[in-house]
């Protein structure tokens, strides 16, 4: 079966750190571009960060720069977000999601047609 | 940053009925612009990429147009399993954006 399934979420007091993990399965991950997008409480969804399919290129939304590091291990097929220094503004519902990637006759896309059951991060 | 903005913030329509929903871009995202559902509870689904290619398994009542900053996703006869929050998001420039969402109750 093609999925995602997230873990790693919990309580933490605000200036501590966690680890999400994201595995993926049914699929071929290192072939995809996968990214991490959270959602606070009766909020809207927010992008928080993408890697490549080889892991050399990473993105994030500037309110975590500094404090998230997103990585994968390929040979694992599982995608992870480290998080330091959380705030309460990172209590969220964080999703982790895949990318179309190569489609049809080549034509290349980056929205996410495959997202995780989302796991909750609390700050307080 | 690229603000999308959607409208409206509530939509309510009858079974049957269309529903028509809009997302503006604050500059050019080309075609890179998709839609999600989402529902209470749940993660959120794919519905349009390419602001017009309907995903795998969606229905055909669904369909999504436009390109630069101007996009529209219709629900041409609105179903009761249709109630949900709807997205959009460009993934044309990082960081990549999503609107606020437009909420569709059935009247």
């Known amino acids: 079966e093609v999925q995602l399934v997230e873990s790693g979420g919990g309580l933490v007091h605000p200036g501590g750190s966690l680890r999400l993990s994201c595995a993926a399965s049914g699929f071929t991950f290192s072939n995809y571009v996968m990214n991490w997008v959270r959602q606070a409480p009766g909020r809207g969804l927010k992008w928080v960060s993408t890697i490549s399919s080889g892991g050399g290129n990473t993105f994030y939304v500037d309110s975590v720069k500094g404090r998230f590091t997103v990585s994968r291990d390929n040979s694992k097929n599982t995608l992870y977000l480290q998080m330091n220094s959380l705030r309460a503004e990172d209590t969220a519902v964080y999703y982790c999601?895949?990318?179309?990637?190569?489609?049809?006759?080549?034509?290349?896309?980056?929205?996410?047609?495959?997202w995780g059951q989302g796991t909750m991060v609390t700050v307080s | 940053e690229i603000m999308m903005t959607q409208s409206p913030a509530t939509l309510s329509v009858s079974p049957g009925e269309r529903a028509t929903l809009s997302c503006r871009a604050s500059?050019?995202?080309?075609?890179?612009l998709a839609w999600y559902q989402q529902k209470p509870g749940q993660a959120p689904r794919l519905l349009i990429y390419g602001a017009s290619t309907r995903a795998t398994g969606i229905p055909a009542r669904f369909s999504g147009s436009g390109s630069g900053t101007e996009f529209t996703l219709t629900i041409s006869s609105l179903q009761s399993e249709d109630s949900a929050v709807y997205y959009c998001q460009q993934h044309n420039v990082w960081p990549r954006t999503f609107g606020q969402g437009t909420r569709v109750e059935i009247k």
């Open positions: 999601a895949k990318v179309i990637g190569y489609y049809g006759s080549g034509t290349y896309s980056e929205a996410f047609d495959l």
């Open positions: 500059q050019s995202v080309s075609s890179s």
